[in-house]
């Protein structure tokens, strides 16, 4: 197959709840880091978005680094709020219906 298509086959090897994936994660990524800074500093990434097989709900894993707080306490805090980040992804998102958001700290190894 010639170079010009092969673009094409990359492109078309995303599933669509990758690509969903993706934009939650684009999405919620500066909602975050401003809910974050209230927490005394730090930083926090979204390390993956898991998203169930019919894309009702979503997992998002979280790691945090430099903060003054327990992490557990920071997750428990986002997850009160989560219905915050839910209605900023269904004003971002044109999608049927917005998944419902989970967040987990990410395991350290």
């Known amino acids: 197959m010639p170079d010009q ?3 094409f086959d990359e492109v078309e090897s995303f599933s669509r709840t990758e690509r969903i994936a993706t934009q939650i994660k684009k999405c919620l990524a500066r909602e975050l880091t ?3 800074r209230s927490f005394g500093g730090g930083m926090i990434t979204i390390t993956d978005v898991v998203l169930s097989s019919d894309r009702k709900h979503a997992k998002v894993y979280l790691s945090f680094y430099g903060t003054k707080r327990d992490s557990d306490t920071i997750i428990n ?3 009160d709020n989560a219905y ?3 209605s900023l992804l269904s ?3 044109k999608l049927k219906r917005t998944p ?3 967040f987990f700290k990410k395991a350290s190894f």
């Open 84 to 86: 915050r980040f839910q």
């Open 34 to 36: 401003d809910f974050f």
């Open 77 to 79: 805090a986002i997850n």
């Open 5 to 7: 298509f092969k673009i």
């Open 91 to 93: 004003s971002s998102l």
């Open 100 to 102: 419902v958001l989970e």
